[in-house]
């Protein structure tokens, strides 16, 4: 037991550059700058009416592209504390409870590892996006109002809901150390979906893979985006599922309450601060539990909250029947 826990642990501690990530970080880096340098002329945004800058397509903005950089930088050092916890239950639950090994070295290992990645990578993602408590972890990738390539490194700090999804891997018998490579695989494909420089690709390449229009919509805090397109490398789970939805014009990027900072500790903890204050605020336990566990934006029945959720709901239903 200990030889199979010890040699997991040397895959994937002690051989860190044969991770997919590291490798592919000079690849971000670049495809990163040659972007940053065709869109220079688009750095300087309009001003809307109401004083806000515009961002315009492909456009990068130096504070924001600035955070989102940082952002990733910490998130490589949170990453790797994450996965060492994960390692360790990942190693239990393989030697102790898993049925069968899978064979690292047979093709079907790695297309169940690929496939299984991104299925529980889709759900996991939705779930992101309708419990608050896992959004608050989330919403800091969402939180630019621009789409390129410094966005896609716009990463959260809190890998723990992750950590949980991918048990079902070691449980079927998966090696730990691959379990890490197929996350980063999967991580490594969605950096190139952020990014305005690419239109629509063929169409049987749109119809069963994530694109940059696919995942465009999934960025858009309109309300025909919202809740949409969550696949990680296959957009078929969408489809299958009900949640896909075509992009037929440009998104407006962001929340759909901007937090209107650069700082990155704030961009990554403002929602727990704000469930902390509905907590301290609610009357019930069930309204504390709804304000933890309810999909954002979620507010108590009768409260001023909820009846403008329900008026913005019937405006934008309104708006859908013209």
């Known amino acids: 037991m200990w030889d199979t826990v010890i040699s997991a642990w040397s895959s994937t501690l002690l051989e860190p ?9 000079p690849a971000f880096v670049l495809f990163l700058a040659i972007e940053w340098l065709a869109a220079r002329h688009l750095e300087e945004a309009p001003i809307g009416p109401d004083g806000r800058s515009r961002p315009v397509p492909g456009g990068y903005d130096r504070r924001d592209a600035r ?8 998130s490589i050092v949170t990453t790797a504390a994450w996965k060492l ?5 990942y190693s239990a639950i393989w030697v102790y409870l898993a049925p069968w090994h899978l064979p690292a070295n047979a ?3 790695w297309v169940i ?5 991104d299925l529980l990578f889709y759900t996991y993602h939705r779930m992101a996006h309708r419990i608050r408590l896992i959004w608050a972890t989330h919403q800091a990738h969402h939180s630019s109002e621009y789409f390129n390539f410094a966005t896609a490194l716009r990463q959260k ?13 070691p449980l079927i018998g998966i090696p730990p150390w691959m379990v890490f490579i197929g996350f980063s695989v999967n991580l490594v494909y969605q950096f190139f979906v952020h990014t305005e420089r690419i239109d629509k690709l063929p169409r049987p390449i749109e119809f069963v893979f994530n694109t940059p229009s696919h995942h465009r919509v999934h ?4 309300p025909e985006y919202l809740d949409r397109n969550y696949a990680g490398i296959l957009i078929v789970w969408d489809r299958m599922f009900g949640t896909f939805q075509a992009e037929t014009h440009r998104p407006t990027y962001g929340l759909t309450k901007p937090v209107g900072t650069y700082n990155i500790w704030k961009l990554q903890t403002h929602e727990y601060a704000a469930i902390g204050r509905d907590w301290r605020g609610a009357r019930s336990w069930r309204d504390k539990l709804g304000y933890a566990f309810g999909p954002p934006g979620w507010a108590p029945s009768g409260t001023r909250e909820a009846d403008q959720e329900v008026h913005g709901a019937a405006a934008v239903h309104g708006h859908e029947a013209q």
């Open 219 to 222: 960025h858009g805090c309109d």
């Open 157 to 169: 700090w809190n890998n723990s809901g992750e950590i949980l999804m991918w048990i079902p891997l």
């Open 85 to 89: 916890l994960a390692l360790v239950g």
């Open 67 to 74: 955070a989102s950089v940082s952002m990733g930088a910490v």
């Open 113 to 117: 590892l690929l496939v299984g990645v």
């Open 107 to 109: 093709w079907y290992t």
């Open 17 to 25: 550059l044969h991770e997919p990530v590291t490798l592919a970080v």
